[in-house]
Each structure stands twice: as structure tokens, then as C-alpha cells.
């Protein structure tokens, strides 16, 4: 059963001083895995189901016993199954595949007479034919590209706050599509490149207001509002389709 599964390694954890600890085993259930993380400064259990792959995810207090992570997990079965239910099935990046660049859909195509990945007039994404791996190619190609098109546009976006930005780093995140610290340090999904405009404008926006309001009260949104008056409908567009531009894989 799940409940003598995560007995024995529950136990034998916290006989050690740890901060945080993550167990990952597999579901027979829902033929899926499971990841359980148990850390100091969580105060609930809550449950998230990965739309990609369906991994189950429960947090919970540290020592809060087996028995009743079990019993949340036992009550939660049908939510579950319903969000295993809903998750899409992945795309692999090839030759071929329509993949959204800006809100436009590109056809992969590849090319003995190109000579770099490049953009094509015809809304086509051009792959030399000797590259051997056109994901990890393409990824770094649509990851320099998100530089070059959103670095600008959050230098112009925070001299309009009056704010300065330490640092700038896109990286390939799960859950979020950014993230800024107190310190001035803004973070983006480099993923971002491949909604539309006024969409990754709304999540830099998101991000640099954070460095007046490190919250999310209604000071934050006003601002936000300021800078982006169409907000609400990206923040929507982003919320319904996410899931989609997170199935690609690179």
C-alpha cells in the first residue's frame, strides 16, 4: 500500500536533522510518479498534477504523520485522475513540426543548403542537414533570439519605474514564467518567445513591478495596469494556453 511504501523512508528521515526531504516513487494507481516533499516551513498539504506528464506532487509539513499524507492523497483520488485526465501529450521538436514563434506558427524545415538555423520568409524555421540533435539546436537558437528581442524591453520597461535590474537570466522553468528578487534580479522562461508579444510584455511588466510592490496587493496591479492596461488578457491568455507552448520538447 502507499501509506507502509512511504512508512519506512518517513521514519527513518526524520531520525536526521534535515531542513527538507523529497521522496519519489512510483503510482501503480495512476501509473505515474509521486514526489512528496516534506520541508520545515510548509504549513498545509497541497497537491499539483504536472499537465505535461502527470507527475503527482504533494507538499507537506514536515512532520505531519504518514497516515494522514495518505488520507489527503486518498481524498484527492478523483481531482487527480481528473488532471491526469487533462494532460496533453508532449511534441517532440523535428523536422516538420509547427512551432509558435511570437504568437506565429513556423514549420521546421531542413536544408543542405543552409548553413545556420535561421528564420525563413515563408514562416519557416531553416536547420543546416548536418545537425544531428534539432532540438537542443533550435533551443539554443529561440534562446538567444528571446535575448535579443526581450533584453531590450526590460532596460526600457524599468527606466520607466526608475528602477535599476542587477541581473537578467533565462532559464527553461516548469512552473513559472519569471520571477524577481529585492535584489533586482529578474528572471524569465526563455519559453516566452513563443507567445505573442503583448503576452511576454505582460510577464516582464509582472516582473519589474515587483520591484516597487515585492507582493501582490493592489498597489502591485495598479502599477501593472500602468504599465500594461490590457493585462487581464494576457495574464488569461497565458493561464489557458501555457500548457501548450510546456509541451514542446527541445
Known sequence: MFVNFISDIINSANNYNFFYFIMTFYCAEFQKPIVISRKNNI????????????????????????SEIYKFYYLNRNWIQNQINQCLDPKIVKEGLILPVEGNLYEIVVKKSCSKVKFLENNQICIPKNISNIGKELQTFLLEYCKSVMIPIILKKSNLIQKK???????????????????????????LIMVPPSVYKYVIIHELAHLVHMN???????????????????????????????????
Open 43 to 66: 504549513r498545509r498539504l497541497s497537491l499539483k498534477v504536472c499537465r505535461i506528464t502527470g507527475k503527482i506532487s504533494i507538499n507537506a509539513p514536515k512532520f505531519l504523520s504518514e
Open 165 to 191: 535590474i542587477k541581473k537578467i537570466s533565462f532559464k527553461d522553468t516548469k512552473s513559472r514564467w519569471g520571477s524577481c528578487s529585492s535584489t533586482g534580479s529578474i528572471m524569465l522562461n526563455w519559453r
Open 216 to 250: 501582490h496587493g493592489p498597489l502591485f496591479w495598479k502599477l501593472v495596469q500602468e504599465l500594461s492596461p490590457n493585462y487581464s488578457n494576457d495574464k488569461e491568455w497565458l493561464k489557458k494556453n501555457g500548457g501548450e507552448i510546456r509541451r514542446y520538447i527541445f
